[in-house]
C-alpha cells in the first residue's frame, strides 16, 4: 500500500476519532444525546473519514502540495503579516461568505449559489449540534413560557416559546430549505436551458446534487407539515424517508461535487502565494524580455513538473527551460516552427532574447471586450 494511502486513511481514522470524542464530550457523556439521532450521527462520521481521507490525498498531489506549503509560507512572512490578516478577512468576505468570483461571471448565477450554500450552511450550523448533543432546548420550571437553550451542557439563554426569536429558532430548518429548494431551481433553470452547461454536465457530478438536496428539503418541509397541520399523520413514514435522504447525502459527501465545498478555502492560499509573487523578483522572457510572472512561479512549476515526471528543458537555449518563455512567445514559436515545416525546414526555432531577426507577439484583437478580462489577466498581458 502506497505511504500517502496509509498516511490519508490514518488522518481519517484521527479525525474520526476526534469527533466521536467531542460528541461524547459535549452532550456530556451522552445524556443530553438522542438515540433517535444515532444513525445521521454515524454517517457524519463515515463522512468525516471520507473527507479527512480525501482531502488528505488531495494535499499529497505535488502542485497541491506546493500551492498550500508556498501558501502558508506566503501568509507568514515577515513583514506582512498583519496586512495578510486584513487581506485574508477581506477575501473571506468578499469570495466565501459573497461569492463575488461567480456573480462576476453570472449575476443569476451568483444568486443561485448563494441561496443554496446560505441555506446549508443554516441547516448544518442548526442540525449538526442538535445530532451530537451539543445543543438542546427545555422549559424553565419556574416559567413555562419560557425555554432555556443549552450549549454543550451549559445554559446559554431563555427566550418565550411564543415570541419571533422562538418562531425563528424553532423554524430555522424551514428557513434554511425554503432557500435551498429556490437555488436548486434556479441550477436547474440553468442545466435545462443553457447550451453551455448542458454541453458539459454529467449526471453525478450536476444533477445528483440538486436532486440529494431537494430531497432532504422536501422531505424536511413534509415533517413541519405533518406535525404543524396533519395531527402527525404519515410522520412515521416521512421520518424514515427524510432520515434516508440525509444519511445518502453524507455518505455521497465524500465522493461527490460537493467536496468542493472543502477545497474552496484553499484557494485562499493561493491569492497569498500570487500576492507574495507580485512583491517578489519578476521573472522576464527569456525571448522577447517582458516580465510575465514572478520568478518564484517558474521556479516552483519547473519543480513541480519534474516530480510528475514531465522534462521541458531545451538544451542548447538560451531560454533553458520552456517554463522561461512567456504564454504569447510560445504561441508565436509554434506558429514559426508550424510554417519553418511547412516550407520544409526542419531545423529547430530559437527562443533566446538575442534571436533579433523573430517577431515578437503582438495584440491583434483591439475590438471592444478584446484582451485582459481582469486586474489579474491585465498584469500578465503586454502587446
Known sequence: MPVEVTRAALRGLIATLLLALAIALGSRKLAHFDAALVAYTFAVLFATFGLTYRYAMWLSRPPTALYWRRGWQAFFRRGARLRNVRSWLLRIGRDVLANRFILQRDRLRGITHLLIMWGCAL???????????????????????LYEAVVFGFPAFRFPHQSVVGFLLF????????????????????R???????????????????FLLFAVSVTGLMLTASYTWMKGYGFTFVSILHAVTVIATFIWLPFGKFFHIFQRPAQLGVGFYKDSGRDGERAHCRRCGHAFTSRMHVLDLIEVERQLGYRYELPGSEAEHYQWVCPPCRRTTFGIAQGLAWRGHRGGVPLGSGAGSLPTPRYANPGLAQGPLGDEDGENFHP
Open 171 to 190: 423554524h430555522g430548518l424551514v428557513w434554511a430549505s425554503f432557500l435551498v429548494i429556490a437555488g436548486v431551481m434556479l441550477a436547474m433553470r440553468r
Open 123 to 145: 441547516a448544518v450550523a442548526i442540525t449538526f449540534p442538535l445530532v451530537f448533543g451539543w445543543l438542546h432546548f427545555r422549559p424553565v420550571p419556574a416559567d413555562l413560557e
Open 192 to 210: 435545462m436551458r443553457e447550451e453551455s452547461a448542458g454541453a458539459v454536465q454529467r449526471f453525478a457530478e450536476d444533477f445528483m446534487p440538486l
